[in-house]
């Protein structure tokens, strides 16, 4: 009997192919729409959290509230500047700092002119050293910015390639910078996220000269003593700047993060774009579902001296209502198999695309086998409840009538 329940079902789907297909483009769509959205948010998500646990464990990093990318553009008062930097530096469990600054700028090379990240960097080695671990700048070709260096500048990998200016910058060109001429020094290696690739790092006296910023800074990294805590350093750290700058507790103008919370920051963003792409795709769901459940109303008609037969024979009411049930969720089932694979091959696809294009530091698609088959049971409940008053339908038919229906 129970054999019955999966046998008969699949009979009738079979034997009404086009219906069929019919009935499970609409699940097909959805469960594709919601599992390639959930996979690639996931691998945004796997991307940053790689990103910032490489940034090691052992820094914390302080910036301004308010405009932390455009320092010195902005007529925002809240400012961070190299004096903080010292009082950082002098915290008893602060191991090493050092203080960068950054804005995007006019770059002029070869006749073209784009526009892209600027970033003033210490000359001090040590200094140099832990912003490059923080930033992961590696010198590919030519060399780093060195204390003597003034109009210098060490160039992203993409500026190797012909895409942004026509032709690739070499060591010993000179570009302009905000009108500028810089000298090119050093190339770096590739690090997969444009931002970064298409990045210029000129020495930081000469970054407040051209763009007029002074000793301000927009980012300090502070690495703390092995084995101390970098939450407790952190509030240390925040202690003595709140004394530095003469501050209230609870009126702090600038923040200190660890690796985890600014992680944490960008992961919640990425939840809610998410939730929301996720819930316009399940619009999708919605019609599926309204598909199978015309779809069974419409079985229900045509089987009607079927289902009379099967009664005279013996059927229950339950038995009836089980079978259409069963059907309904094969619907939802083979809609959401199908859809499950066409989603993770988009999400591959674009994932492969994104890893050629740009590059593999924003995007890291893995398969997630919880979701696959929490996707599966879903579908299938979602066929299951959407052929319920279709199979209640039949279920109270009565069978003399039935026998008699044309």
Request: proline share 3%.
């Amino acid at each position: 009997m129970i054999k019955d329940y999966f046998q008969l079902p699949w009979r009738e789907i079979k034997r009404r192919k086009l219906r069929s297909w019919l009935t499970l483009l609409g699940v097909i769509i959805g469960i594709a729409a919601v599992v390639s959205l959930i996979t690639l948010g996931q691998g945004l998500q796997n991307a940053i959290e790689k990103q910032f646990s490489a940034l090691g464990e052992d820094k914390l990093f302080i910036t301004a509230k308010g405009s932390a990318l455009t320092p010195g553009l902005s007529t925002d008062a809240v400012k961070i500047r190299d004096k903080d930097v010292k009082v950082v530096g002098r915290v008893s469990d602060v191991r090493k700092t050092a203080g960068m600054i950054f804005t995007t700028a006019r770059i002029e090379f070869n006749d073209n002119v784009r526009y892209f990240v600027v970033s003033g960097m210490p000359t001090d080695p040590e200094e140099r050293a832990l912003l490059g671990e923080a930033q992961s700048y590696k010198i590919e070709s030519g060399r780093s910015l060195e204390k003597s260096d003034r109009f210098k500048v060490v160039v992203g990998f993409e500026y190797t390639q012909k895409g942004l200016f026509g032709r690739a910058v070499e060591l010993g060109d000179s570009l302009l910078i905000l009108n500028q001429e810089f000298k090119v020094v050093g190339i770096l290696e590739r690090i997969g996220s444009p931002p970064d690739d298409q990045s210029l790092l000129i020495p930081f006296d000469t970054f407040g000269d051209v763009f007029g910023t002074g000793d301000e800074v927009g980012l300090i990294v502070a690495q703390v003593q092995p084995g101390e805590d970098t939450s407790a350093v952190g509030d240390e750290i925040t202690k003595e700047l709140r004394k530095s700058r003469g501050l209230k507790e609870g009126e702090e103008d600038f923040s200190v993060q660890t690796p985890e919370q600014l992680s944490a920051a960008f992961t919640t963003i990425l939840d809610i774009v998410q939730v929301v792409l996720v819930g316009i795709a399940a619009i999708s769901l919605l019609v599926g579902g309204v598909g199978i459940m015309n779809t069974m109303y419409t079985a229900v008609l045509q089987r009607t001296k079927e289902i009379g037969v099967m009664k005279a024979l013996g059927a229950k009411n339950s038995h009836v209502l089980t079978l259409f049930v069963v059907e309904s969720g094969f619907y939802g089932l083979g809609g959401g198999l199908i859809g499950v694979i066409l989603g993770i091959g988009f999400a591959k696809l674009v994932g492969i695309i994104f890893v050629a294009v740009v590059g593999p530091a924003f995007l890291s698609v893995e398969v997630n086998y919880s979701l696959v088959v929490g996707t599966l049971i879903f579908s299938f409940v979602i066929g299951c409840l959407s052929g319920l008053a279709p199979a209640r339908r039949a279920s109270q038919l009565n069978p003399v009538q039935s026998l008699r229906y044309e």
